[in-house]
Each structure stands twice: as C-alpha cells, then as structure tokens.
C-alpha cells in the first residue's frame, strides 16, 4: 500500500528565510534556471559517478541529458533530469531544510569513504539554489525516484513554510522540477519565463558549456539541443585547432576580427582553474570609458557566474577578452559576486603574469604583430606603469616608444643598446603629438650631439613618467626641465653650469621684468640650436600637457609660471639685442618680448591667452 500523502514543516525559520531570498539574495531572477539546471547537472555527474563501483548503475547511464519543457498556456516550466534522483529521506534532508548542500554532503561522504577521484564537475555549495525557484514561482512540484530504488516521491510546497510529501507514480530514474509560475500581473518586471525563447537565452548565457546536452523541444515538435557544451579550456591545448579557437572567439565575443594572441593556461596546485583569454585586433571603441565591459568571464566548474570579472585582472588589462574557469572561488550566496579573498589575489597575480609573459614572447617572435597589438593597446597597457609597481618593470620591458632615432618603434632595451658609451640617462620629452614632439625645439641640442630622444605623446605618459625614474640603472630624464648643457660625457641637467653671456644680462633682466606675469626667469639657453625660444620647466613643474589634462577633468589648476630660454645665436634674439642696445626703453623690445614667449609656447603644442594680441604683435613686426 502507498503511504498516505504527509505535511510537513520547513526546518529553521523557514517563511522568513524563504522571504529573504525571494527579496534580497538574488539580484537577477534569471539565475533560477541557472540554479535548477546546475543541480540536473550534478545528479548526473553522480549517477555516473557512482555506476563505476555499482554494476547496478551501469545500465542506467545511457543518453544521460537535462530536458526542459514549457507549456504556455498553463504557464508552466519543467526541468528533468534521468540522474541519480533522490530518496523520501534525501528530499527532507535536502530540500525540506534549506541551505543544506545535497552536493557538498555526497562529496564530504565519498572523502570519508576514501574514494581516490571525485567529480570535478559538481557544482552545487550553499544548498539555496533550488529556493531561487520561488521568485518566480507561485508553487513547484519535485517529482523524483533514485536510480536503483523502486519508490518515486512527489515533493510540492507554495513557498509559504510548509511543504507536502507523497509517493509517484514515476517510473525512470531522475528528477522533474516543475514551476507554476505566477501570474503575469505578479511578476512586474520579471519576464515570461514559459516562452521557450526567453529560455534558450538564459541557457546560453549561463550554461552553456555544461557537459551534459540540455534538450528543448522546438515549435515542430522537433527536439534540439540549447547548448554548445565546447568547452575548450578544458581540453589539452595541443588538441584545439585554430578553426576551433577562431569559432569560440566569435561565440564569446561577437568579435568577427581574428584575435592577435591566444593565451591558455593551468595553474595547479594550491589554487587551480584554468583560463582562456584572448588579445583581440581591434580596440573597442569603448576603451576609455570609465564603465566598459572588462571582458572576462568567469565561471565555475563551466557554469557561467558573471561578465564583465574586474578582480580577475587589473585595469590596464581590460583589453583582454576571454573566461577564467575556477574549481572553487569564494563567491556571495547567491553565486553572483565574487567576494575579495587570497585565492582571488592569487588568481589575478597569475593571470597577469602570464599575459605579460605571452606579451613577451609575442614581442621577440612575431615583432611585426606585436606592433600593431602596440598601436591598438599600447596607451592602456602603460597605465600599468604607475597603477601596478610589482610589474612594472616587467611592463617596460614590452613598451614601445617612438624615438629621434631610427625610423620605427623601440623597446628601451634597443634605445640603451643604441646609447654612447659615457650617456647614462635615458631621455625623453612629452607632447600633445607625435609631430609637435619630434620637432620640439627642446631636442635641438641633442640632435646635435647624437643623442638619441624617447617622443611621448600619449596623454597618459604625463601620469608614469613621474612614477618611473630609471630602467635598469638608467635614469629617466626629461629634456624639457631643468637646465641643459651636453659636455662631452654626454651629461645633462643642472649639475652643468648655466649658460652666461654678461653682454645679455640687462636685457634678461628687462625681458623678466617684461614677462613677470608669464614665466620666472628669461635666460640662455644651453639646448637652442636653430629655434629662437623656448619654455623649460622646472624638475616638479606640471608640464602643460598635464594641466591641460587637469583642467579638463574639471580640476582648478593654478596657472604654473615656466622659465623662457633664448637663443642668443639667432637673427630674431640678435635683432632684438641691437634694438635694446641702442634704446632700451624701445617699445619694439616688450613687442618682441610678447613675441618670443607666444613662439616658445606655440612650439611645444600650447596655447596662447590672447591668440588675436599674438597675431597683431607678428603683423607688426613684418609690416616693420
């Protein structure tokens, strides 16, 4: 005789649990089926599992799937499964007392047994996840009968503390999970999670890659399967061809550009899970903006958990696009965020890594593709310079840089390679541009000396350069600041002695006098050779890139007053001197004061105040 159908109570306080996750453990009701598809998962697994040591078993293993079926009409959806199922004594223990893992117990069980190879693929861990359920759902019904036992047991509760318990008529192995969803009224902004279409997004976005087929039957009656299962980061790398790496690329992405690099790895050991990144060709046009997509996916045991994973890896590193697949990451109840712990640091340490050695090796075997990889991710990557000091070495090592030199990119182990044996600095100049840098006159003196001048004109290098001081024993110079006056030895800076001419000294003065409210000091100049003027910073003065840069974040950036260096040597100077000399109080002497500054500012890609006074200063002085 069937026993009589039984009432029961949830144990623990189950109405108010029951609320709680309704209401406030999960943010996105799509992770439901998610949740239900993870545990048909897993009572596979089992069931497969335990057929090995059960000769019982081992017929009941044939086409194992998950089905999912929904009526409309009825607004019902169905989830089954033909695994392992689950005892009258089993659905108390698991599902009348919630957060009890089923999973988590059969593990710690087969540990104790001293079973020598667990189930990589289970997933279940805080036990809730069949609860997600309700948010949707009005009532659901488990209908469900262990392989190997004879009794089927039909599980039902409306979610409001109590459930009830009987036996089935069910005569295959397996579970069926059915949910009356509620009334479309009630769900507000919910979608309708009976239409099959909504269904098949869900399922792939978040499962997949689950390892078994999960079928739904199509508006033809015609069954077909709803997710890929290639999950190619979990077979050998040597095995996947680069057809197969293109298609997953494209499946991930929607990216229809070949990827430039593909980086697969395995860390083993204290922290293990695998990850599958990709360099793409093409920078996104949203790379600058503060609120992009990261790109990385992570999942755990193939089961997608959340876009977009910016603990995964840093921030210079968003270009990358790809999944990290885990065992076991500390992730909040509702397996949606991932909480900061030591395995995440961990994690991050060695994606970045890698990635930095993969950048490496595609620097010394494929130059050509490293450069164009340059071109579209090389402003990001330096961002590393200054947010990220353990790597930052490492960081430029990689980097490539345009240089006075020969024509083409160079790491700064070719321009050192390149350096005078007595030069022990590496020197450089930051620009708005690439033009307006290599032709700064503030290189004129190093031109003809032959040294050789890193061109920076990336804003963010106004950001690392006061970050970074040397490379390898050599210090980062800027030949913008300071004073300049190359000796032999190929020495810069202010341990040189200041450029003096006495015949000048009255004029600089008058000049200063003239520019008080512009620049500090007007003197010689020790790196003018062909330009008249120039404006040279101090060694922690903003350069006008940064304040530029400053303002237009909307920061109050208080106006830096710079020293104005002339060029005694040229006609224009020259033509000054004899005006001053014959008449210093010459109004053609401020006109031509004004005229050098507006030069020197204008050389070095900034701007004029009052560009209209400019313009008139140097129609004058032609008319003239």
Not at 209 to 229: H, Q, T
Not at 319 to 335: C, T, W, Y
Not at 411 to 436: C, F, H, K, N, S
């Amino acid at each position: 005789m069937p026993e009589s159908r039984q009432t029961f109570t949830f144990q623990a306080e189950a109405r108010q649990l029951l609320d709680l996750m309704i209401h406030s453990v999960y943010s996105n009701p799509d992770i439901f089926l998610r949740e239900l598809v993870s545990n048909a998962s897993d009572a596979l697994d089992k069931l497969r599992f335990e057929a090995l040591t059960n000769e019982s078993l081992s017929g009941l293993t044939g086409d194992l799937h998950i089905q999912i079926a929904t009526v409309p009409a009825d607004r019902t959806l169905a989830i089954s499964d033909n695994g392992i199922g689950m005892n009258r004594d089993e659905l108390v223990e698991f599902i009348g007392t919630i957060a009890r893992s089923g999973t988590k117990e059969y593990v710690k069980l087969l540990r104790e047994k001293g079973s020598g190879s667990l189930p990589e693929e289970l997933i279940g861990q805080f036990g809730i996840g069949f609860y997600s359920s309700f948010m949707v759902a009005g009532r659901v019904t488990i209908v469900t009968r262990r392989a190997g036992e004879e009794k089927a047991w039909k599980w039902e509760s409306p979610g409001d503390g109590t459930y009830t318990l009987e036996e089935d008529a069910r005569q295959e192995q397996g579970t069926t999970v059915t949910l009356f969803l509620k009334p479309k009224e009630e769900e507000g902004s919910f979608r309708d999670y009976s239409d099959p279409e909504i269904i098949r997004e869900i399922i792939r976005r978040y499962s997949d890659f689950v390892a078994w087929p999960i079928r739904m039957k199509d508006e033809n009656g015609a069954e077909a399967a709803l997710n890929s299962m290639k999950a190619l980061w979990t077979r050998p790398e040597s095995e996947i061809t680069e057809e197969e790496h293109k298609e997953f690329y494209r499946h991930i992405t929607h990216d229809w550009n070949k990827p430039a690099r593909m980086i697969f790895f395995k860390a083993e050991g204290g922290m293990e899970f695998r990850a599958l990144l990709y360099v793409p060709s093409k920078a996104p046009l949203d790379m600058f903006i503060r609120d992009m997509a990261r790109g990385i996916q992570l999942y755990i045991r193939r089961i997608f958990i959340m876009d977009d994973c910016r603990d995964i890896v840093p921030e210079y590193l968003r270009f990358l696009r790809g999944l990290v697949d885990s065992e076991d990451l500390p992730l909040n109840i509702s397996r949606e965020m991932l909480q900061q712990s030591r395995q995440v640091e961990t994690i991050r340490k060695s994606v970045t890594r890698k990635v930095l050695d993969s950048l490496a090796s595609m620097l010394k075997d494929t130059r050509e593709a490293y450069v164009s990889f340059w071109q579209e991710f090389g402003k990001v990557l330096k961002e590393g310079l200054f947010s990220d000091a353990r790597n930052r070495e490492r960081i430029l090592e990689v980097a490539l840089f345009e240089t006075t030199g020969p024509d083409g990119l160079a790491t700064l182990d070719e321009y050192v390679g390149r350096m005078p044996g007595e030069q022990d600095e590496i020197y450089y100049v930051t620009a708005p541009t690439l033009t307006v840098g290599k032709n700064s006159p503030h290189l004129e003196a190093f031109a003809s000396k032959g040294r050789e001048v890193l061109i920076l004109a990336d804003p963010v290098d106004e950001i690392w350069t006061p970050a970074v001081t040397e490379y390898k024993g050599k210090k980062f110079t800027s030949v913008a600041r300071g004073l300049v006056d190359l000796d032999e030895s190929g020495k810069s800076g202010a341990e040189n002695e200041k450029p003096s001419d006495e015949g000048l000294d009255a004029l600089l003065k008058y000049l200063g006098k003239t520019l008080e409210d512009e620049v500090k000091e007007v003197r010689i100049s020790g790196r003018l050779k062909a330009s008249p003027s120039c404006l040279v910073g101090e060694d922690f003065d903003l350069s006008p890139q940064m304040e530029a840069l400053l303002r237009a974040a909307g920061q109050d950036v208080l106006k830096v007053r710079r020293n104005l260096e002339i060029n005694p040597s040229h006609p224009l100077v020259g033509k000054l001197r004899k005006i001053y000399e014959e008449e210093p109080s010459d109004p053609r002497v401020a006109r031509f004061a004004r005229i050098l500054f507006g030069l020197a500012a204008l050389s070095e890609g900034g701007r004029i105040d009052d560009p209209t006074a400019f313009s008139r200063e140097v129609a004058d002085l032609l008319a003239e």
